[in-house]
């Protein structure tokens, strides 16, 4: 069975501040994607970021980066220099690659960050 | 371009009532989903269509629950009767696949639909 676990329930910031995502995933898949979501105030879910299990590099985003680390099973998420507007309930999510699982997501619970001006 | 179109956004009905909630995937998508978040459970995958076929509903909570997709543009996610416990958001997203190297599992979601049953 596939699990995601977003440990952070809420985080409060500043403006300007630098914050921290967790994400642990739990998978026997050797093959599988992880992904973050955005969802506004206005509700919808945005897609941030797709990340295939065997590629480890790091990658960054104009003010977001991610970090996979196999060896933790962790996939974090880090926004530098915060702003009011990245106030959102965040999650984490991982599926199987491919065949029938695509697009089935397993979510964590979400991240609340709010930032505050 | 178009995203994803949920309708209503907005729901509320009484007990036993039956309740349509609608979706358009984005032109082009091959794969739609029907995702519902609430509380306790946070997101589930409740059912997922590709080419217009249903492929897992293994998410469906229960027999009150169907979901079809009669052509690429339209699908419908019904329950009958309705009752407290389906309150919730659901939402709706769509992906095109692609093939081999290029397999692209990006979902687009709408915005949801705010069900409330009384």
């Known amino acids: 069975a596939q699990k995601v676990t977003q440990a952070q329930t809420e985080i409060s910031v500043v403006e300007k501040e630098d914050v921290t995502l967790d994400c642990v995933y739990e998978?026997?898949?050797?093959?599988?994607?992880l992904f973050w979501y955005k969802q506004p105030p206005s509700g919808e879910l945005v897609f941030l970021i797709r990340?295939?299990?065997?590629?480890?590099q790091n990658e960054i985003s104009g003010r977001y980066s991610w970090n996979f680390q196999k060896s933790t099973s962790s996939f974090n998420f880090t926004i530098t220099a915060s702003q009011v507007v990245d106030s959102a309930v965040y999650f984490c999510?991982?599926?199987?690659?491919?065949?029938?699982?695509?697009?089935?997501?397993?979510f964590g619970q979400g991240t609340i960050l709010t930032v505050h001006p | 371009d178009a995203g994803v179109i949920q309708s209503p956004r907005h729901e509320v009905t009484e007990m036993g009532q039956e309740v349509t909630l609608r979706c358009k995937p984005i032109?082009?998508?091959?794969?739609l989903f029907w995702y519902r978040q609430t509380m306790m459970r946070g997101l589930e995958l409740l059912i997922y269509?590709?080419?217009?076929?249903?492929?897992?509903d293994s998410g469906m909570p229960e027999d009150r629950f169907s979901a079809k997709m009669p052509n690429a543009s339209f699908s419908t996610l019904k329950i009958q009767p309705s009752e407290p416990r389906d309150s919730a958001v659901y939402f709706c997203?769509?992906?095109?696949?692609?093939?081999?190297?290029?397999?692209?599992?990006?979902?687009?979601f709408g915005s949801g639909t705010q069900l409330s049953v009384l």
């Open positions: 997203a769509s992906s095109l696949r692609g093939q081999g190297s290029a397999t692209n599992e990006k979902l687009f």
């Open positions: 998978t026997r898949d050797t093959t599988y994607y």
């Open positions: 990340r295939n299990s065997f590629d480890e």
């Open positions: 999510a991982l599926s199987n690659a491919g065949g029938t699982s695509y697009g089935k997501l397993t």
């Open positions: 032109s082009g998508h091959d794969y």
């Open positions: 269509f590709n080419n217009n076929v249903p492929i897992d």
